[in-house]
């Protein structure tokens, strides 16, 4: 089976920089994505890391390590916008197909 | 190019009564992955659907059940449905769900069904 764990709440202040970890364990890894979803919205991807290692996309960062079953994303320069919920999903090999596992997401509140 | 569309978007039912939710992927893509969100429970995998066939299922009971069409448009069923299952039903699509750098699945703005 898989486990995903991350943080259920996290608070931090516009301007600065914050980061959301998750830890998995599962077989046949085959990536990891961080997903934001606003309150009553669809989730919208963020990024994907299947390597282990840093990807960085404009004021957003993930890194990987697969060794240690560890990802992280990074926020900076937080802006009120950023308040929403962050999904880490791990997708496994199941001999082709996309299946998702996602952890129950940490809820960002940006303050002033 | 349009994203996943759902319908309907919200959705009242009683106990007992049956639902069918539709899900038009994005055009292209060919897998269509379902997910239910409850508080709760977080975000969990209902079935992928790839060229009409069900290709992964998720632990939800048979009560459960989907289809796609060649146009790769994808419906889920409900049937006697109860209270738990009132939650946001999300539809992702992605282009062939192999599991490549490429493969990213795209969310649906989701069906909100509620069940009194």
């Known amino acids: 089976g898989q486990n995903i764990d991350q943080p259920t709440e996290m608070t931090a202040t516009e301007g600065a920089i914050v980061q959301i970890n998750c830890t998995y364990q599962?077989?046949?890894?085959?990536?990891l994505f961080w997903y934001q979803q606003h309150a009553g919205e669809a989730p919208t991807f963020l990024s994907y890391?299947?390597?282990?290692g840093l990807e960085e996309k404009g004021r957003f960062s993930s890194f990987l390590s697969r060794s240690k079953g560890y990802s992280y994303l990074l926020l900076k320069e937080l802006q009120m916008k950023d308040s929403a919920s962050y999904l880490c999903?791990?997708?496994?090999?199941?001999?082709?197909?996309?299946?998702?596992?996602f952890g129950t997401g940490t809820q960002l509140k940006v303050e002033l | 190019k349009a994203g996943v569309t759902q319908t309907p978007r919200y959705l009242i039912k009683t106990r007992g009564q049956q639902v069918t939710l539709s899900c038009s992927p994005i055009?292209?893509?060919?897998?269509v992955s379902w997910y239910q969100q409850t508080p709760g429970q977080g975000l969990q995998f209902l079935f992928e659907?790839?060229?009409?066939?069900?290709?992964n299922k998720g632990n939800f009971p048979g009560r459960f059940s989907g289809r796609q069409f060649s146009n790769s448009r994808s419906e889920m069923n409900v049937s006697t449905l109860e209270l738990g299952d009132s939650a946001l039903y999300l539809c992702?699509?992605?282009?062939?769900?192999?599991?490549?750098?490429?493969?990213?699945?795209?969310f649906g703005p989701g069906t909100r069904l509620l069940v009194l």
């Open positions: 890391n299947v390597l282990d």
């Open positions: 999903a791990v997708r496994r090999l199941t001999g082709g197909g996309n299946k998702l596992t």
């Open positions: 599962t077989s046949g890894f085959n990536g």
């Open positions: 659907y790839f060229s009409e066939t069900q290709r």
């Open positions: 992702a699509s992605s282009l062939a769900g192999m599991g490549t750098a490429e493969e990213t699945q795209y």
């Open positions: 055009s292209g893509h060919r897998s």
